[in-house]
């Protein structure tokens, strides 16, 4: 079972498909599923895009049979595909894993200088304070580049997710009018979350993105919405175990999260 103090500051709260409310609450982020049970090959989920959008108009994740990287920008969610063309997805589709918040941010940063994607994120953690357990962050700017990933829709029987990356496509995008969307966690709920910077990428136009591995930006607008709150929905047979801080397990969500 979830141990609270080995989630500290960052207050998780549980609940199945038939407890899901409409209710937005400002500064709460909502997850559907956990990154554990991606991992596993959990690729079905039961909450669709349409509830999903009663709780986030930002944020990221996938769709069911893991097929490809979902951007939430705006209200609007969009797939990238395997190659990184970006498509709107439809209100009923389905969703194995996903964190949306109902973006309201308090810290905006201007930056006028080109960054590479590590400076960046580190003058990100400059200006947010320190006791900041989470967050949301929305990054507008021009991209110099942004190396990118997505991958092919699996069938079933599903594999374990560091199988499936082992097959990801990886492309370049050079040039591009963009927001980066997506969140930070803290390392102590690793398995709930992927510890640490989760980025997606998609260009002005719509038409290009995915999950980010890389990228250099030569002027861009952060605003950033911080949480302590942590809403998840577990389908059925999934499970909140204690937050995994196994080597296993963060050797797995590295190759997820940065191959490439």
Not at 57 to 73: F, K, Q, V
Not at 114 to 131: F, I, T
Not at 174 to 192: C, M
Not at 196 to 209: E, K, N, V, W
Request: hydrophobic share 45%; net charge negative; glycine share 8%.
């Amino acid at each position: 079972m979830l141990d609270e103090t080995m989630i500290r500051a960052l207050h998780v709260d549980t609940m199945r498909r038939e407890d899901l409310h409409a209710e937005r609450e400002p500064h709460v982020l909502f997850q559907a599923s956990t990154i554990g049970a991606l991992l596993d090959g959990a690729y079905d989920g039961d909450v669709s895009f349409a509830e999903l959008a009663e709780h986030g108009d930002l944020g990221l994740g996938t769709l069911n049979g893991l097929d490809g990287e979902m951007i939430a920008l705006d209200g609007r969610f969009h797939r990238a595909d395997v190659d990184g063309a970006v498509r709107e997805v439809a209100a009923g589709a389905r969703t194995p894993f996903a964190v949306v918040v109902p973006f309201e941010p308090t810290i905006d940063i201007g930056l006028d200088t080109a960054m590479a994607k590590q400076e960046l994120l580190s003058e990100v953690d400059r200006c947010v304070p320190a006791e900041t357990v989470a967050f949301a962050l929305r990054v507008d700017g021009f991209f110099e580049r942004v190396r990118a990933r997505s991958v092919p829709r699996q069938q079933p029987p599903y594999r374990p997710l560091a199988e499936v990356i082992a097959e990801q496509h990886v492309f370049e995008l050079s040039a591009q009018e963009g927001t980066l969307v997506g969140f930070r966690f803290p390392d102590y709920s690793q398995g709930i979350e992927a510890a640490g910077y989760h980025l997606h990428f998609i260009s002005a136009d719509r038409t290009r993105g995915g999950h980010v591995l890389d990228f250099a930006s030569r002027s861009a607008r952060v605003r950033v919405d911080p949480s302590a709150n942590l809403h998840v929905e577990l389908p059925a047979g999934v499970e909140l175990a204690a937050p995994d801080l196994s080597a296993a397990t963060h050797d797995a969500l590295a190759r997820v999260e940065s191959s490439g």
